[in-house]
């Protein structure tokens, strides 16, 4: 039945596609107040003394709309190809990651869950990159497969998040471009306590991990929407340099990853509305036994 409407959404005209993508995110935003609450809570938290209250609720509108929209380009990802790639998604600062690539020890895309993230990995993998994602499992079986042969139909290969470390360690060791998302909460066993948007936030080591560990470079990673619907734009920064101002190798991640969330903090307050604000970013504020809180940020749970 998915692939059915799958079909239907990718025969539909491109600007078609994206109007009835921004009448379901207006539906969604308007049916589903719990989800609005997390995005209000969030962009709370986050924004809460840059933006003004009025503000604060466009760009959740936006958001929700921008999801709508993300949510039709996931349909019609299966018939992605190399030619939409080039038409659809412009490239900025592809040089860097080429002069990253040709290192040959392998790139870590440091991405976050902002504008048509899905199709960050697919415009590569269409281009003929050798990329592969780590990603969470999608509860529904149904919806799990289908974007599952999506990604790899467009030439992503699919990393499981659990007990997957020799795999990844193999894939950079031979030049392979491992993407992660490092912008989600993570269980206590999974992730480490950094800083994010002035709060403590259960963060993926992995990345700052992983190029310790292999000698890989860091790319962060932007893909965000352009203004005229349905087209995008993929910039990749400059590499980022691993910094070692600590003697633990645990401290030292955990200063990269800082480093990290405050790119990630740069990119969301220039494209807030298109930022995943229904996610439940900071449950460290509300179970803070859970974890272990680096002095720097105690007096933040205790506020």
Known sequence: MLLFIARLINALPLSWAMFLGGQLGRFWHDMAPIRRKVARDNIQLALGD??????QKRIIRRAFLHFGMSFM??????????ELSEKLVKREGWDNFENALIKGRGVIIAALHIGSFDLLGASMGARGVRIAGVFKDIKSKTAGSFVSESR????????PPR???????????EGYTIGFAYDQHMAHYRGIVCDF?????????APARFAFLTGAAIMPTLFIRDEKHGYHIIRFEEEMILETPYEKLDDNIRHNTERLNRIAERWIRSYPDQYFWVHKRWKVMQHPEEFEIPAHLQDKVLN
């Open 152 to 159: 790899k139909q467009s030439g992503v290969e699919i990393i």
């Open 163 to 173: 007990k997957s470390k020799e795999q990844i360690v193999e894939m950079l060791s």
């Open 197 to 205: 948007f002035g709060c403590p936030a259960s963060t993926t080591p």
């Open 73 to 82: 380009e996931e349909l019609r990802m299966p018939w992605w190809s190399r």
């Open 50 to 55: 840059e933006l003004s209250l009025k503000e």
